[in-house]
């Protein structure tokens, strides 16, 4: 079977993860080992949407238009405004750390469901999954 050919339409990143379209089709790549939120044009040219040390690894775009990501270095849910103003959403649960956020989404109605597996092992699995819902609160939904 012959999908077409394959090209590049992006390059010079470290770490690529959590691919997210915007509402005007900018591609938004996180780049956890640059530190760093890049934004691809439609026509393929790539800038520094944000720089966060914490790493910024899965992302979603929220319906009011703002990136989320999950940043396991810095053990916390970011926020990413459309002037790449940042701000910490969630750093930690019931006055402990985050583990390690992973990944990040969104159902219709803004709740967020993002991933906690920390430095989770094929012989020692653990992890957590939460809920930020529009309010804001915070809940534990699954554990291990």
Do not use: C, W
Not at 10 to 30: C, H, K, Q, V
Not at 37 to 55: C, D, H, L, Q
Not at 83 to 107: R, S
């Amino acid at each position: 079977m012959d999908y077409g050919k394959t090209e590049i339409f992006a390059s010079g990143f470290e770490f690529p993860e959590g691919p997210s379209f915007d509402r005007t089709g900018n591609l938004y790549i996180t780049d956890s080992q640059r530190g760093a939120v890049i934004r691809v044009s439609p026509a393929g040219n790539t800038s520094v949407f944000v720089e966060s040390k914490g790493g910024p690894n899965g992302s979603a775009f929220h319906n009011n238009g703002h990136l989320y990501a999950a940043e396991p270095g810095g053990k916390r849910i970011i926020e990413i405004d459309p002037d790449g103003v940042l701000q910490i959403i969630t750093d930690k649960f019931e006055g402990k750390p985050l583990l390690a956020p992973n990944d990040i989404t969104f159902d219709m109605e803004g709740t967020a469901y993002f991933s906690d597996p920390g430095e989770s092992r094929l012989d020692n699995p653990f992890g957590r999954i939460f809920r930020i819902q529009p309010t804001g609160k915070l809940a534990l939904i699954a554990d291990k």
